[in-house]
């Protein structure tokens, strides 16, 4: 995990219309980072669903969301068509990035362990220092929480 107040670091990844996106890109803006399992699961989409809903909220207070899964260019083309996904997804297949931001872990289920991703989320401030982190995130009611921080954080 990488600390509050220190500089988020740096990525360049692909977007779901294979487009590369850095972190210096969006210099000047608020940026959510949330990382999450896998594309078409019932956590994700929800997730997914709920930050393109307040998009335009988040737009408003001069932030942009990106969701980082593992999952290939062309899945998230399709998961951002099938649901009507309006936010940008990025493609982290090496788990570079995913590593670089703590959130690949050992996880237990049923018994049996293995790693994945931990839902986590970076809410990263105009000068891109870490503003606040989520750790182990419930999908459900999640991006409120993020869009009600960052308008604390901004008053």
Avoid at 72 to 86: A, I, M, N, Q, R
Wanted: with cysteine.
């Amino acid at each position: 995990m990488i600390d509050v107040r220190k500089n988020a670091p740096d990525f360049c990844l692909k977007d779901d219309e294979g487009k590369k996106n850095c972190l210096k890109d969006f210099k000047g803006k608020w940026l959510v980072l949330y990382f999450y399992p896998k594309d078409n699961t019932p956590g994700c989409t929800k997730e997914a669903e709920e930050f393109s809903k307040l998009k335009e909220e988040f737009e408003k207070l001069n932030a942009v969301i990106l969701g980082v899964s593992p999952d290939s260019v062309e899945s998230h083309k399709k998961f951002k068509e099938k649901k009507g996904l309006t936010i940008t997804l990025l493609s982290d297949p090496e788990k570079e990035v995913i590593k670089t931001y703590g959130a690949w872990k050992l996880k237990k289920r049923f018994g049996k362990e293995y790693y994945g991703v931990v839902r986590t989320t970076y809410l990263i401030d105009p000068e891109g220092k870490v503003a606040h982190v989520w750790k182990n995130v419930r999908a459900k009611g999640h991006a409120e929480k993020v869009l009600e921080k960052l308008k604390e954080l901004q008053s």
